[in-house]
C-alpha cells in the first residue's frame, strides 16, 4: 500500500493540527540518509514539511559533473521517500545577495532542498587544491576571510553564511532544526564539515528569536556504536540510500556491494541523537480481519543507554478503535467491522527526550489470510543463480535489490511477456492481491493483467516503482490458480519480478 498517499488522504480527516516544519541542515548529499534516518523518512511519513539545506557541494575535489550528480542523488532519495516522481521545479532560495537554488518536489510541496554549494573542506578541514583549499573549517576558525561557491556563484565571510542560514531559518519557520555534532571539537574522528555545518546552524540559529528543537545527531563515530534501526524503517532508509547512491561513484550503492565497506553498512543500521534521544520504531504493515484483535508492535524502539522507554501510540487515520494498552510496547485493539485503513503513530519517550513519531499502517479486509503463502509458484523464467527465484514472492518479505536481492523474483531477462503463476491443490476464494514490484528504480512494471482458471482476467497499470504494494480488489472469485502476466514494463527494463505477491481470500471448501 502507499502509506504516504494513504496519510496524507487521511491526516485531512482528522482535526489534528499540522504537523510543524522540520529543517536539516547538513554539509554533504549524503549525511542526512545515512545520520538524520529514519528520523528523516519517520518525518517525511507522518506528513511534515521536510526541507533539508546542502551547505557543501559534496564535491570532494573532484569535477563539477560529481557534486551535480550528487545534487541528482538527492533528489532521487527524497521523491523515494515521499513515495512521489523524481520530477522538482527550482527557483532560488532568495538568500539575499547570494544565490543558492531551491528545488521543490513537484508531486509534494512539503518536501524541498536547498543547495549552497561550498567547497567539501575535507576530512579534516585541510581542503582540497582545486577549490583554492578553502573550506568551512578554515572559515569557521578565522583560517580564511571568505569561501567561494564552487559553481563560481559568489562567496561568503563567516558572518554572511550565519545570516545566510539565518535567513533560510526565518523564512522556514521550523518546529525543529537538525543538524550534525555542534557539542564535540574538531579532530575526534567526524568529518570536519559536520562539525562545521553543526557550529554555523547553531550560531544562526542564535540569533534567530523563535527557537525551534535544536538537536544534533552523531556522524561518523556512529561507526562504533550498536544497531538500532530495524525492520521496515532499516529497510526504507537503505532504499532511500541507495536511491542517491545511484548518482555517487564513491559509495557503494546495494547491499551486496555494501558488505563490503563495513562504513556504510553500519551507518544505515545506525542513528544516534547528540541528546540521547531514542528511535522509534511503529513495527510493520498489517492486514487483518474484521473484528478482530490485532497488536501494534513497538518493540523495535530503543533508547540509546538502555533506559526504560515509556510508549505513547496514538491513532492518526481511520474508523476510530479501542487501543489497549496504549503506553506500552504491544497494544491491542478490535479491528471495525468494515474494511478500511488504520494507522498509528508512536513516540518513544526516556524521561529526558522523546523520539521522532513513527508510522504504521493496518489495512482490514474481510478475507485477512494470505493464501499466496501456501500456493506453488512458476515463471516464465528466473535468476536463479543469484536466488532471485519464483517462490521469493511468497517469503513474506518485501524489498529486494538494491537492498536484499535474495528477497525477490527477477527474470532472466524478462521484459513485457514475462508471467508469474499461483496455484493450489483445491478451490480458494481470492479478494485481493497485493503486488510489490523490485524496489529497484530500473526494473518497473508498468502494465499487465491478472489472469484466472476460469478465463477471466483484471488489467493493472504500472506498480510503485520503489516497491510498495499495489493493491487490486478482484471481487470474491474461486479459482485454482492465478497468473501475473506482464505486459508492459519502463524502458530502463532489464529484468522484469516481483518482491512479493499477496492473495487474500480462504479455502473456498472450509
Ligand atoms: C503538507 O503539509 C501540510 C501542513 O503541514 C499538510 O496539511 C499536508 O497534508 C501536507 N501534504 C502532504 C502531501 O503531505
Ligand atoms: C571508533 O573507536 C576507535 C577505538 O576507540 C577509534 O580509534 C576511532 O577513532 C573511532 N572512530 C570514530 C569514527 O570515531
Ligand atoms: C544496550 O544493550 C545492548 C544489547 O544488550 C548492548 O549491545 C549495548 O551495548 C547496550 N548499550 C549500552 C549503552 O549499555
Ligand atoms: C491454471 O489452470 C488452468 C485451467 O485449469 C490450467 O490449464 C493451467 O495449466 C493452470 N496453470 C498452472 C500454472 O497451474
Known amino acids: 500500500m502507499k502509506l504516504r498517499t494513504i496519510l496524507s488522504a487521511l491526516l485531512s480527516l482528522h482535526a489534528t493540527p499540522s504537523p510543524g516544519q522540520i529543517l536539516n541542515i547538513v554539509p554533504h548529499q549524503d549525511d542526512d540518509l545515512l545520520f538524520l ?9 507522518t506528513g511534515h514539511a521536510v526541507r533539508t539545506v546542502f551547505i557543501t557541494a559534496g564535491d570532494s575535489g573532484r569535477g563539477s559533473s560529481y557534486w551535480q550528480d550528487r545534487e541528482k542523488g538527492s533528489q532521487a532519495a527524497y521523491a ?3 513515495d512521489a516522481p523524481d520530477s522538482w521545479s527550482a527557483e532560488d532560495a532568495g538568500i539575499p545577495g547570494h544565490e543558492a537554488p531551491l528545488f521543490t518536489l513537484n508531486q509534494n510541496p512539503n518536501i524541498s532542498l536547498v543547495f549552497l554549494r561550498l567547497p567539501d573542506g575535507n576530512l579534516q578541514g585541510q581542503g582540497f587544491e582545486v577549490t583554492g583549499s578553502e573550506s568551512l573549517r578554515k572559515l569557521w576558525e578565522g583560517g580564511v576571510s571568505s569561501i567561494h561557491t564552487v ?14 542560514l539565518g535567513h533560510l531559518i526565518a523564512g522556514f519557520r521550523p518546529e525543529r ?22 557550529f554555523f546552524a547553531k550560531a544562526a540559529l542564535e540569533a534567530y528569536e523563535n527557537s525551534p528543537v535544536l538537536t544534533g545527531y552523531m556522524g561518523y563515530p556512529a561507526i562504533n556504536k550498536t544497531a538500532n534501526v530495524f525492520g521496515a524503517d532499516l529497510l526504507e532508509k537503505q532504499l532511500a540510500f541507495y536511491a542517491y547512491a545511484r548518482s555517487d561513484p564513491n559509495v557503494c550503492n546495494s547491499g551486496l556491494a555494501c558488505q563490503s565497506n563495513e562504513y556504510y553498512s553500519w551507518w544505515l543500521g545506525c542513528e544516534y541523537r547528540l541528546d540521547g534521544g531514542p528511535v522509534s520504531n511503529a513495527g510493520s504493515a498489517q492486514v487483518a480481519g474484521l473484528k478482530s484483535i490485532v497488536t501494534l508492535d513497538g518493540t523495535q524502539s530503543l533508547d540509546p543507554n538502555n533506559m526504560t522507554l515509556a510508549y505513547e501510540w496514538t491513532q492518526v487515520g481511520g474508523l476510530p478503535v479501542d487501543l489497549v494498552n496504549s503506553e506500552t510496547s504491544r497494544p491491542f485493539f478490535t479491528t471495525p467491522d468494515e474494511p478500511g485503513t488504520l494507522v498509528f503513530e508512536l513516540v518513544v519517550r526516556n524521561g529526558k527526550t522523546s523520539s521522532s513519531p ?21 515463471a516464465s523464467s528466473a535468476n536463479v543463480g543469484s536466488r532471485q527465484t519464483p517462490e521469493k514472492v511468497i517469503d513474506a518479505r518485501t524489498g529486494g535489490f ?26 480458494q476464494l481470492v479478494s485481493r492481491i497485493v503486488l510489490y514490484d523490485r524496489p529497484n528504480l530500473d526494473d518497473q512494471i508498468t502494465g499487465g493483467t491478472v489472469e484466472f482458471d476460469d478465463g477471466s482476467r483484471i488489467e493493472f497499470g504500472e506498480l510503485d516503482n520503489y516497491g510498495t504494494g499495489k493493491s487490486l480488489d478482484v471481487e470474491d472469485r474461486v479459482v485454482r490458480n492465478v497468473t501475473v502476466v506482464v505486459t508492459a514494463v519502463s524502458p530502463s527494463t532489464l529484468n522484469v519480478g516481483l518482491s512479493e505477491v499477496q492473495i487474500f481470500g480462504a479455502s473456498a471448501s472450509s
Open 37 to 45: 534516518s529514519p528520523d528523516l523518512l519517520h518525518n517525511i511519513q
Open 80 to 82: 523515494l521517500m515521499s
Open 151 to 164: 559553481s563560481g556563484s559568489g562567496s561568503y565571510t563567516r558572518d554572511e553564511l550565519v545570516n545566510a
Open 177 to 198: 532544526l537538525n543538524t550534525l555534532d555542534f557539542i564535540h571539537s574538531y579532530g575526534d574522528g567526524d568529518h570536519s564539515d559536520h562539525h562545521s555545518t553543526a
Open 358 to 378: 513513527a508510522v504504521v499502517v493496518v489495512t482490514t479486509v474481510r478475507h485477512p489470510e494470505n493464501i499466496a503463502l501456501k500456493a506453488r509458484v512458476t
Open 402 to 427: 538494491p537492498a536484499d536481492h535474495t528477497n525477490e523474483w527477477a527474470t532472466a531477462g524478462g521484459q513485457s511477456g514475462s508471467w508469474l503463476s499461483l496455484s493450489w491443490e483445491s478451490p
